[in-house]
């Protein structure tokens, strides 16, 4: 659980409905950050979030 232990360093990436990288963001857990649409396409957007290689968490969001 990656709230147990605040300070890990992560990575967050995201693709777009055809599988291309669109967006990546290295962060650290527990630190708010703020992602810009910037050029981001409106749409459903899939996600990933990585402790080093480990994948350790997916979804979707939808960007409007």
């Known amino acids: ?12 990436e995201m693709f777009d409905s055809e599988g291309k990288k669109v967006y990546n ?3 650290i857990c527990n630190t ?3 992602i810009t649409k ?12 990585f402790e080093k290689e ?3 968490g997916s979804g979707k969001l939808v960007i409007q």
Request: glycine fraction near 10%; charge should be positive.
């Open 1 to 12: 659980n990656s709230s147990s232990n605040p300070g890990k360093p992560l990575a967050l």
């Open 25 to 27: 963001h290295d962060f």
């Open 32 to 34: 708010p950050f703020t």
């Open 38 to 49: 910037g050029s981001l396409a409106a749409g459903t957007c899939f996600y990933k979030i």
């Open 54 to 56: 480990n994948l350790i």
